[in-house]
């Protein structure tokens, strides 16, 4: 245990068979619940905690992300996500998750030029999407080409080395805008759009999608604002699914591009980024006001797989503070575009409906940040297949900030849970003619 994680609180364990007991230290952190230190806990009693999907369980120290879940709280390192939702830019938010602190204008114009002249590709990268169908799900693509950039970039895969660490983070959250924007065009049938040095990060994400060398493109700024909000409410999130993915993939001291491609596939399942696309279709699915409360029954009852989607959390036991500011965003966007989208209502009438359901209520199931992302999202122009992609975009930046901070910990060492085995007890070898 280093220093400054000598602790003279404690718990004590005590085997109630044996009367054995263990001491177990209690670590505390700056802010929210503190932690028992169970590392020495199998050495001490042979035996292992069990935990299966870490509902109790902290893997690791950080810095980064504090996330109140009783209080609606997100802070990433200490500024409320509200005020960098409104007051900063992505690029600024990258920079404070990379390195700890809001860059002064200096280090602004420096890590956004950084970022800006690492957005081209490598042109060979180019021929990786003509292996994929046109109709390929977005996200199987990204998964490709985010790993195949090991295959290009050797120069920044020793993970050792703080130039290289710190190279691939600006490389990855430059480039993962142009490879979401490529799988965009391919899968369109139309031609990619080469990244311009003349425009902020997200104008230039939503010009290498919308635009066509075909005639000029103005990129509107009401839509680049919001590409700039919806980035920053994904940038991260803690130890969420997909980021405790890339630190175990990293603990193995795979290279930082491959442990994004592991983010990417579990970003995608429906239980976690892929709620956004689910939301959109479950919308579309209810079709109108009438139909919610026989949605509201399927998602209660118990034998039916059928979930609501964007409502409930992990942690979130109170309203998701990013939600908050998508539906406020969501209102902004849709009224300045003069989109009358029946969804938007649609969603407000079933969060009403749900909010006031014992159900909901007693689970503390509220909406989150799949919520009305979607609607944002399909206002811009985009089909909801794209939706968890554009997650993938924002949430590159906290996967790389938390895979840096991880390997420049001093007692990095691999990940390697344990079980409680429940399978066969040991038995003799039966030969082929003795079976069954
Ligand atoms: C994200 O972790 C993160 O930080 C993730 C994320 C991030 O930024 O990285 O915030 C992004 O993934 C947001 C979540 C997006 N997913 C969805 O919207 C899918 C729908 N939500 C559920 O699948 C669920 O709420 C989870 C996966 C989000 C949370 O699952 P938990 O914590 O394992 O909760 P649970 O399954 O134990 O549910 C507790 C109870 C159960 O009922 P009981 O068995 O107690 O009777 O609540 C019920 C569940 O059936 N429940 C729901 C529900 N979510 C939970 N019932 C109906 N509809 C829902 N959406």
Redesign the pocket.
């Known amino acids: 245990m280093s220093n400054d994680e000598v602790s003279t609180k404690s718990f004590t364990l005590t085997n109630n068979q044996t009367g054995e007991t263990s001491i177990l230290p209690i670590i505390d952190g700056t802010m929210g619940p503190s932690v028992i230190d169970v590392r020495k806990l199998y050495n001490d009693t042979n035996h292992f905690t069990f935990d299966p999907?870490f509902?109790s369980t902290g893997s690791c120290k950080s810095r980064i992300t504090y996330?109140d879940g009783e209080n609606g709280i997100l802070q990433h390192r200490g500024y409320d996500i509200q005020d960098l939702a409104e007051k900063a830019n992505y690029l600024e938010v990258c920079y404070l998750l990379l390195y700890g602190d809001l860059p002064n204008a200096a280090q602004k114009k420096q890590f956004e030029h950084n970022i800006t002249y690492h957005t081209l590709l490598h042109e060979q990268m180019h021929f990786f999407y003509r292996g994929f169908r046109r109709d390929a799900h977005p996200m199987a693509i990204m998964c490709g080409v985010v790993a195949a950039l090991s295959a290009f970039y050797h120069d920044s895969l020793d993970i050792w080395d703080p130039a290289q660490r710190e190279l691939s983070a600006h490389r990855l959250i430059a480039k993962i805008g142009t490879l979401a924007a490529m799988t965009y065009k391919y899968s369109i049938g139309q031609p990619f759009m080469y990244p311009r040095n003349d425009l902020s990060y997200s104008e230039n994400f939503l010009y290498m999608c919308f635009a066509v060398p075909a005639e000029p493109y103005k990129v509107n700024p009401i839509l680049a604002r919001a590409m700039e909000k919806l980035l920053i409410l994904?940038a991260?999130?803690?130890?969420?699914?997909?980021?405790s993915t890339v630190r175990l993939a990293g603990s193995s001291q795979a290279n930082p591009f491959a442990c994004i491609a592991a983010g990417i596939a579990c970003?995608w399942g429906?239980?976690?980024?892929?709620?956004?696309q689910?939301?959109l279709e479950m919308l579309d699915e209810i079709g109108s006001k009438e139909r919610i409360p026989e949605f509201i029954k399927k998602?209660?009852d118990?034998d039916d797989p059928?979930?609501?989607?964007?409502?409930?959390?992990?942690?979130?036991k109170n309203f998701?503070p990013?939600a908050r500011v998508l539906k406020q965003s969501c209102d902004e966007v849709l009224e300045d575009l003069g989109i009358n989208d029946p969804r938007l209502e649609l969603a407000m009438e079933l969060e009403r409906i749900a909010l006031q359901d014992e159900?909901?209520i007693e689970?503390k199931?509220f909406p989150?940040?799949?919520?009305y992302s979607g609607i944002i999202l399909k206002a811009m122009g985009f089909p909801t297949s794209m939706f968890t992609v554009l997650?993938a975009v924002a949430?590159t930046v906290g996967w790389i900030a938390q895979w840096k901070e991880m390997i420049e910990e001093p007692s990095l060492r691999i990940g390697r849970p344990r079980q409680l085995y429940t399978g066969p007890a040991s038995r003799p070898f039966v030969k082929l003619e003795d079976r069954d």
């Not at 991260?236 to 980021?243: G, K, L, R, Y």
């Not at 429906?270 to 956004?276: T, Y």
């Not at 989150?368 to 919520?371: A, G, I, Q, S, Y």
């Open positions: 999907s509902t996330i994904h991260d999130h803690e130890q969420n699914a997909s980021t970003l429906p239980a976690h980024g892929g709620a956004n689910e939301v998602a209660k118990k059928f979930r609501l989607m964007g409502f409930g959390h992990r942690v979130y998701d990013r159900y909901f689970r199931l989150n940040v799949d919520f997650f949430r």
